[in-house]
């Protein structure tokens, strides 16, 4: 047909659009254009597959190739589009050896977004790897194995099995480096002491997890600590040195040998694709959209990691990248796609995160200079209580940090940390954000009690008592 959705990039918008949009026009093809091999996959897993809590890569898909063609997706992987002609609603395709044009109704972007190596010096030796891709958890699960027993998966017709067998034959790393502390470093940094390597994390500002405010950041560098990570917290990596590989890590005060280097600075949008085209981008990189996911060219749409969304706090255009947004944007925009508009929905930054025995959330406005630029006029407050009744076993101290604004009592944004099922408990700050509730309305939710499961007062609710006191005291 002439008029196909034509999706570019096969995971996790990308496939929940077209899924959405198959199951429900049935007069249209959709065709799914993927670059890679690997599609529709948990990438916040592979840190668990590569400490070797989960298996196989493959048990982190969720859509097969031979799923998505029942379906009616024509899914068409190592096929790269390299350009997009929104006047003549085509795009360029290089794949099977040729290159060629594809006519589309309707477009969506979903390329999604590319770990940040710049300007890190020594990135691109041997040993040297971000974790942001499945083959690239295939290769350093194998760089951490011994040679005559390296998980290489050659089963399958995804994984980049030479890449995977050259880190294989080389012997195993003792000690490795986690460059940059935020989620992926946090992650990693338990993942390389499940192998029993000495682990050494370094990051740039004084704070782990610094999205999670200074509550959160304290508690899980003490736990690091006591897990045997050694931090280098306010210190700036200059260079990874080394000829054959990474040899050492070179920062501010001196120098750390190592034998792999793992680097978690961030991510940034992959939007090159557009920059020849009448579709804006926000000023984060990512483009941006509508409340439906629409580009600022008709027709053309975007979603996932290379597109913003709408803040849930502020109500202005944020680039939040994760997993929930990009799944949930893609369902909607393939709905509306096949004739019945559905708003990509709001979205509040709320995020999870685990640092061994710590469970980590976060979720709205913590910072408070972010707040007073949001023009709110923030309060904060942070306490610790218990995470079930007292005599009850099994309770876990829990710090809740809880900020709202002081003229409108409004909630604002918050964090959870603890090690008994603290993470969860975000879920009802972020249900209070999407309904704006005032710090007293939150104190009124009637939140479960049982001893097992939460003391009377659930900390969140504690949280609510005590900072509504601060602003009316």
């Not at 050494?200 to 990570?229: C, I, M, N, T, Y």
């Not at 941006?288 to 996932?304: F, I, K, L, Q, S």
């Not at 709202?404 to 099922?421: N, T, Y």
Request: proline share 5%; glycine share 12%; hydrophobic share 40%.
């Amino acid at each position: 047909m002439s008029d196909p959705f034509v999706v570019v990039g096969g995971d996790a918008a990308g496939l929940s659009a077209a899924s959405k949009f198959a199951r429900e026009q049935g007069g249209r093809d959709v065709i799914v254009f993927e670059r890679g091999r690997w599609v529709s996959y948990a990438h916040c897993g592979t840190p668990y597959y590569v400490k070797g809590e989960v298996d196989r890569l493959t048990d982190l898909l969720s859509l097969s190739p031979a799923a998505a063609d029942e379906r009616g997706i024509d899914l068409r992987r190592e096929h790269e589009v390299v350009a997009v002609d929104t006047a003549a609603e085509t795009v360029t395709v290089r794949g099977d050896g040729e290159t060629f044009d594809q006519p589309y109704g309707d477009l969506l972007v979903a390329t999604g977004a590319h770990a940040v190596t710049d300007p890190l010096p020594g990135s691109d030796l041997e040993m040297a790897f971000t974790m942001h891709g499945m083959d690239s958890a295939a290769a350093v699960r194998a760089a951490l194995s011994d040679p005559d027993s390296a998980v290489v998966e050659t089963d399958n017709d995804y994984v980049d099995a030479p890449l995977v067998r050259r880190y294989a034959d080389r012997a195993p790393p003792e000690r490795v480096a986690v460059v940059g502390g935020g989620y992926v470093g946090v992650e990693m940094a338990e993942a390389f002491r499940g192998h029993g390597l000495e682990t050494h994390l370094f990051q740039r500002s004084d704070r782990l997890l610094s999205p999670f405010g200074d509550a959160v950041g304290e508690r899980v560098a003490d736990h690091l600590r006591e897990q045997g990570v050694e931090l280098h917290l306010d210190t700036a990596v200059e260079e990874l040195a080394g000829e054959d590989g990474v040899a050492a890590v070179v920062h501010e005060n001196g120098r750390v040998p190592v034998g792999l280097a793992l680097v978690g600075i961030g991510i940034a949008p992959n939007t090159e694709l557009l920059a020849d085209t009448p579709v804006e981008t926000h000023e984060s990189g990512a483009v941006a959209v509508d409340d439906y996911g629409e580009t600022t060219v008709d027709g053309v749409y975007a979603a996932g990691d290379c597109a913003v969304d709408r803040h849930a706090v502020t109500g202005e255009a944020a680039w939040v990248p994760l997993g929930l947004t990009a799944n949930r944007a893609g369902r909607a925009i393939g709905r509306t796609v096949a004739g019945d508009p559905d708003p990509v929905g709001d979205v509040a930054g709320t995020a999870v995160v685990k640092a061994f025995d710590l469970e980590c959330g976060r979720t709205g406005l913590l910072d408070e200079a972010e707040a007073r630029d949001a023009g709110f006029d923030p309060v904060s407050t942070t306490i610790t209580a218990g995470s079930r009744s007292g005599y009850y076993p099994g309770g876990s101290e829990t710090t809740v940090t809880l900020v709202a604004d002081r003229d409108s009592r409004r909630v604002l944004g918050g964090s959870v940390v603890g090690r008994d099922r603290a993470a969860v408990r975000i879920d009802t700050l972020a249900t209070a954000l999407e309904s704006d509730l005032t710090v007293a309305e939150l104190e009124r939710l009637d939140l479960a009690y049982a001893p097992p499961f939460s003391p009377v007062w659930d900390p969140v609710l504690v949280a609510a008592k005590v900072l509504r006191g601060e602003m009316e005291g």
